[in-house]
Every structure is written in C-alpha cells, then in structure tokens.
C-alpha cells in the first residue's frame, strides 16, 4: 500500500489537491487500460467515443474495476488525505479523449452535482496513460476548497436548462439554483493561482470535492485515459436534493436525508484504518 508523506498530505489539506506519483500500482495500469477498452467496446461498439464521463460505477458488475476499487490502496491515500478512520466509495468514472477531441469540461466543483454534504470528501483520479494540460490533464483553483462558496456550474446559459434537464430530471433546473455564478478563472491571475500537472500512468490527483478544476480538450498526440474513484469520508451525510446525480439515488440506499453515510450496500467500505493497521501487524 502507498503512503502519503506528510508534505503530502499538508499540501492536500492546504491547497485541495496534491499529485501523488506512482499512487497506483504500475502492474494495474495494463489491466485498467484494457478493462477500460473493454467496457467501452460493450457499451458503445465501434462508434466514436471523444468523451466519455458517464461510463461509471462500474464495480458492482465488473470484476477487473471492483479489484481496482478495493485492492489498489487509494482508499488508503484518501483516508490519510482527509484524516478519515473510514473511506467508504461512493463511485468510479472512465474518463477518455482521444486526440484533436475539443471538448472541454468547463470550470466546476464536484459538490453541486452529488447528494452528499461534508468536508471528508475527495476524488482520486488515476492516470492510465501520459498527459499534460494541453492533452487533458486536469487544472484547479488552487484553494478554493476553502472559501465557502459552490459556485453555479457552467452549463452555457438559461436556454441549456431544458437540455440538461433530459440529461438527468430536473438537472438543469438544480444547476440554474445556485446564486454565485462561475468565473473565467484563468483570466485573473493576479486574483486567482491556477495550477496543473504532467501526470505518467499510475499517477493520482487526489483532490476535495469542493475543489474548482477543469479539462481542456485533447491536444495531444495519443488517447488520453484516466479513472476516478470518488471517496466518502467520516463526515459524509446523505443529501439528496431534486435534480443531483442520480448515479446513487433515494431508491438505491435505505438512508434518510442528513444522516451519515452508513450503507454498506450503495456505498461500500473500501478501507479502515483499524482493519488496515491490524493487517499490518500480521505481516
């Protein structure tokens, strides 16, 4: 299992993300490869694919994304980042451009869009091939985690709220709710600290769900893969508001609105730290 340091894990609290090399095991990286190109290939064939973010929670059928989910340790680098005793997953999503793909995620926080409420909350998103920020690595907001604000998500203005609303009910409608809109980030550097990464295969950013992040398009040369497997920790509380990401709804768990999240079935437990020092011990 890897480890973060404890700059590591100060830089996580600090800035809301950190880049840990190597935080997936490199003999996985193969088999995440061509377990994504499977699952791909099952659900939409030969077809063109630039993006593809809503292939997810793929555990709970997939043998190969269960083994990563619960035997790769990054649950262990989120119980650490966020100085949680349980890390329970909340889901995983493929994430692949291929090159001269233009589409960009636009400036967002991950915390709008999810039924769930707390500050142990974060994301690992794994690596599989090399990529920089012109080929799709991620960006962030440095801090902006901390400032108390979740900001409207770009969605391209009132007339996109009936199209987002046959993504998802009532999605549109959510994302038009919140008061304090976006900004274009990049263009204040003297108000805003925009930072990215050059990430290898089995690299993470783990990064809080608060955190404002973005991808650009593909500039790159060769398809860009990565997986994220999103992490609740000890303060996660089931939220659930009308239009928030169904990919776990009111029908899938037994929880009641503000309670913490203590369903094992919709929401596994990928690590403790009791189980993970007496491991330790025996070894």
């Known amino acids: ?95 692949v451009k291929d090159p001269g793909t233009a589409e960009v995620f636009h ?11 707390g500050t142990q909350v974060c994301s690992t998103w794994v690596a599989m091939t090399d990529a920089s920020v012109d080929s799709s690595a ?11 604000i979740t900001f409207r998500p770009y969605f391209g203005g009132p007339t996109e709220v009936d199209k987002l609303n046959r ?3 009532n999605f549109g409608s959510y994302v038009a ?16 600290d925009v930072i990215g990464f050059d990430v290898e295969p089995g690299d993470a950013l783990l990064f809080d769900y608060r955190i404002v992040h973005r991808s650009r398009g593909n500039g790159g040369s060769h398809r860009r893969v990565a997986v994220s497997w999103r992490w609740l920790g000890d303060d996660a509380r089931w939220s659930p508001v009308p239009g928030a990401d169904p990919v776990v709804s009111a029908a899938d768990t037994w929880l009641e609105p503000g309670a913490l999240i203590t369903d094992d079935d919709a929401f596994p437990i990928a690590h403790q730290r009791h189980a993970a020092l007496h491991s330790e011990e025996l070894a």
């Open 138 to 148: 991620l960006e962030f907001v440095r801090g902006s985690h901390a400032w108390g």
């Open 177 to 192: 709710s919140f008061p304090d809109e976006i900004e274009v980030f990049e263009e204040h550097p003297d108000r805003f």
């Open 167 to 169: 993504v998802w009910p």
């Open 107 to 117: 400036w967002h926080q991950d915390n709008p869009f999810w039924p769930i409420t």
């Open 1 to 95: 299992m890897a480890y973060l340091t404890e700059d590591e894990i100060a830089t996580f609290r600090r800035d809301g993300v950190v880049h840990v090399p190597r935080a997936f095991p490199a003999d996985l990286v193969p088999r995440a490869i061509a377990a994504v190109d499977d699952e791909l290939q099952a659900r939409y064939g030969d077809g063109v694919r630039a993006s593809t973010g809503m292939t997810r929670r793929l555990y709970r059928d997939n043998e190969e994304f269960r083994t990563f989910a619960f035997e790769s340790g990054l649950a262990g680098l989120a119980a650490q980042a966020t100085g949680s005793d349980t890390i329970r997953l909340y889901f995983e999503q493929v994430f």
